[in-house]
């Protein structure tokens, strides 16, 4: 079987096409730029952009790995959560080219295809494992008991991780995403240097926050005036510091929690380094860690494609033919295919 996997849920457009038995032929992505100016995603531009660059980026896909478009099976798109009016250029692109082929599609849910991500790799985890899902717009902590068998353990209960570290860089005066700019920042920075609050750490439960540590970062900027270039890396150091301490805590209760001895990372967040040293020290508690590779850690089309793959091959059913999004859309909702 053959699958087309299209991801447009914020500013990246991916595509990617997955073979059941060859596996992943081939993807493409285009990020989109036209955000670094605003410091965030602007949706009215973030779907004109999808609109530009989707099909280009399916053909251009097809013509690299050699296959034509009437060889694919299956179109898998993100039918949410994410921004409606992205989603529905996905969608409506995903859905009309099933239709136009007379072949199977499948509206994905974007955080059940980054828990998935990892399965693309070559030691994949088997379920039942805890899911970390750490991303722009969501921070989740989920007991994976199967292919769409998701309790929710706790999440934050306002910004999300990703969005964090974006707003954190935004006040320091750095670009857009924030992540990936205050992790090289971090690295000639000192993590002692600002003393910043580990959110929820003395509180039971698995719930987290990241809006007061965000807060926090605000206060000690204006407590130092202006701020140096050596004050934005021990900034940039104490903050990621705060956050990881933060993550492993959380991760270490949900262990305890639902006793899972494998725990998969995934979303934008995941590809963070010195969360992932952090989290290495798991092992010694005989706890396997799984990341997807570092460019499925972010949003990309072979999640999307690996995803509805699962769900058609359990046998999942369109549901009628539509291509309704779901802006906002709870994981925990979703269904084991073949359920009903
Ligand atoms: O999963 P993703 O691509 O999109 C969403 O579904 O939200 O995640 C994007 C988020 C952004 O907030 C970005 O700043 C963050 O992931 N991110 C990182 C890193 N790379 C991306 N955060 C920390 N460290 C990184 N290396
Ligand atoms: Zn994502």
Redesign the pocket.
């Known amino acids: 079987m053959l699958v087309l996997g299209i991801e447009t849920?914020?500013d990246?457009s991916g595509v990617a096409l997955l073979d059941s038995h060859r596996g992943l032929l081939g993807h493409c992505l285009a990020s989109q730029t036209v955000h670094a100016e605003y410091g965030g995603v602007v949706p009215e531009l973030a779907a004109r952009d999808h609109y530009r660059h989707t099909w280009p980026l399916i053909d251009s896909l097809l013509k690299d790995v050699g296959a034509r478009l009437q060889d694919i099976d299956g179109v898998a798109w993100t039918r949410g959560p994410g921004l409606s009016g992205a989603l529905l250029v996905g969608a409506a692109l995903g859905r009309s080219l099933a239709w136009g082929l007379g072949c199977r599609s499948i509206g994905v849910h974007?955080m059940e295809a980054?828990l998935l991500a990892p399965l693309l790799e070559d030691d994949p985890p088997a379920m039942p494992f805890l899911a970390l899902l750490v991303?722009?717009?969501?921070t989740l902590l989920v007991d994976v008991r199967g292919l769409g068998d998701y309790v929710l353990l706790g999440q934050s209960i306002d910004d999300?991780v990703?969005?964090a570290?974006?707003k954190t860089a935004k006040l320091l005066g750095l670009g857009y995403?924030?992540?990936?700019i205050?992790?090289a920042r971090a690295r000639d920075g000192d993590p002692r240097r600002f003393a910043l609050p580990r959110p929820m750490l003395d509180r039971p439960g698995l719930d987290l926050s990241f809006s007061g540590l965000k807060t926090a970062v605000v206060v000690a900027v204006k407590a130092a005036g202006t701020i140096d270039d050596q004050q934005v890396n021990d900034m940039s150091a104490s903050f990621q510091a705060a956050v990881v301490d933060t993550l492993e805590a959380k991760v270490r209760r949900a262990i305890k929690v639902c006793g899972h001895r494998r725990l998969v990372v995934a979303?934008?967040?995941g590809?963070?380094?010195a969360l992932r040293e952090r989290l290495a020290g798991l092992a010694n508690d005989g706890v396997a860690v799984y990341y997807p590779r570092f460019e499925f850690?972010?949003?990309n089309g072979a999640m999307i494609a690996q995803a509805g793959m699962m769900r058609m091959l359990a046998g999942e059913e369109e549901h009628s033919g539509s291509f309704a999004v779901k802006p906002r859309w709870p994981l925990d909702s979703l269904e084991v295919p073949g359920a009903r």
């Open positions: 849920s914020c990246d974007h980054h991303s722009g717009g969501h999300a990703g969005e570290f974006d995403p924030g992540g990936p205050i992790e979303g934008g967040v590809a963070n380094r850690c972010t949003d």
